[in-house]
């Protein structure tokens, strides 16, 4: 061994830092910081307005907690994925290997620098933390519609076949529909199965997403609070028509809905 060669898993020897400006005003420090933030104002505003534009108005409390999950995680993690990027882009451009000669050496690790450990260890950990929090207290399970509503829920039995989807009202003299209509402010209880293959019974604003499984009686429950016409989409490839089952679902006022309902039964009877 020469007198410039380093043992086995020894640390190599620092290059001295030069003096003058503080580390962080040099590069590579400076110059991936600038990137960082131009990369976290980009990611910070992308979070805030194009999530909720994806997926369009809610219609129901479900769909707002859904909502604000998905922006406020987006805007957590920004700061995170802007820094992965800062560093990517920095490297692809600063640090690329030419493709002549040796490659240039190693920078030295930062094995052992406690300040970069502390930061990483505790910026993870309470980020970690929100995210568990949030999600323990906002996507819980929600407490059974008849345990909690005010109201009692309207029962609507649900059952996919390829390629479409039937509604029943079983507490007001079993009406059938092939398109589904709901009263606006009333807790509704979906019983929700099919007669051949799984299909996934998914309403997008009112963010509600069950499977629906042949022998099986799965449950969902949601308030819709806007009224309008949406679409129930099937979310589980069942079929050669599945992109095409595809239903609407229009809340109504209570007092229209009464109407439809009566109308719905003078014509079964
Ligand atoms: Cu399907």
């Given at each position: 061994m020469t007198a410039t060669e380093t043992p086995v898993g020894a640390e190599p020897p620092r290059t001295p830092a030069p003096t003058g400006r503080p580390a962080w005003r040099r590069p590579p420090v400076l110059p991936i910081l600038v990137l960082w933030l131009v990369y976290t104002v980009l990611l910070l505003l992308f979070a805030l307005f194009v999530p909720a534009r994806v997926m369009g108005p809610p219609a129901s409390p479900t769909m707002r907690e859904i909502e604000s999950t998905v922006t406020s995680f987006s805007l957590a993690s920004a700061p995170v994925a802007a820094m992965v990027w800062a560093i990517l882009t920095y490297s692809l451009l600063?640090?690329?290997?030419?493709?002549?000669?040796?490659?240039a050496e190693d920078a030295p690790?930062?094995?052992?620098?406690n300040k970069v450990l502390a930061t990483w260890l505790v910026t993870s950990t309470a980020l970690c933390l929100f995210l568990l929090i949030w999600g323990l207290v906002v996507l819980a399970p929600p407490a059974s519609v008849a345990s909690t509503a005010t109201r009692p829920p309207l029962v609507v039995d649900v059952t996919g076949q390829q390629w479409t989807w039937t509604f029943e009202y079983p507490g007001t003299g079993h009406q059938v529909s092939d398109q589904l209509y709901l009263p606006a402010n009333q807790p509704v209880l979906f019983h929700v199965t099919s007669k051949d293959v799984i299909h996934s019974f998914w309403i997008v604003e009112m963010g509600v997403k069950i499977d629906a499984n042949p022998g099986v009686t799965t449950t969902a429950n949601v308030t819709p609070d806007r009224t309008g016409t949406f679409t129930i989409r099937?979310?589980?490839?069942?079929?050669?028509?599945h992109s095409y089952m595809q239903t609407p679902v229009h809340v109504l006022s209570s007092n229209d809905f009464a109407a439809w309902l009566r109308t719905a039964q003078k014509a079964a009877s």
């Open positions: 600063v640090w690329r290997y030419p493709g002549k000669g040796p490659p690790p930062i094995r052992g620098n099937c979310a589980e490839l069942c079929g050669l028509y």
